[in-house]
């Protein structure tokens, strides 16, 4: 099971050619965190709340749809009992405790779904133990 950072959805949406021919390729099914969709989401509503014209906001609404879209398009992984209690014990440890709190609970989500953890930026989660990661971007 794999399941895309946010990242590499992004990527993933523009059409990054190695991503989707990853994506493509594997058997196993492909899933993003409910971190992820919210994220991506957030941005594309924000963007529309912070429209200047109806030009730019026909534009990020668009933008929200054509997204929205996109993630129907995924099987979402769900906070659950494990996922939740992986994210109250690695906020606290020694070695998470630079990586990004969205970072943290896509990875306690991918952990508590014994899930490759897709993600470009392999250094974003260092520090977290028993991770997979693996790189569909380069």
């Not at 993630?71 to 009992?81: E, G, P, Q, R, S």
């Not at 779904?113 to 997979?132: S, Y």
């Amino acid at each position: 099971m794999f399941v895309l950072d946010t990242h590499t959805l992004t990527l993933a949406f523009h059409g990054h050619s190695t991503v989707t021919a990853r994506m493509n390729a594997v058997v196993q099914p492909v899933f993003i965190s409910v971190v992820t969709r919210l994220e991506v989401l957030a941005g594309r509503s924000d963007a529309i709340l912070k429209a200047e014209n109806a030009e730019r906001l026909l534009r990020a609404q668009a933008g929200y749809r054509a997204s929205a879209d996109f993630l129907d398009l995924f099987l979402v992984l769900w906070f659950d009992d494990r996922a939740a209690e992986l994210s109250d014990r690695l906020r606290g440890a020694k070695g998470t405790k630079k990586v990004k709190l969205k970072d943290l609970l896509i990875a306690c989500v991918a952990l508590a779904h014994e899930a490759t953890l897709v993600t470009r930026n392999t250094k974003d989660f260092q520090g977290i133990p028993n991770l997979t990661l693996d790189n569909w971007a380069d």
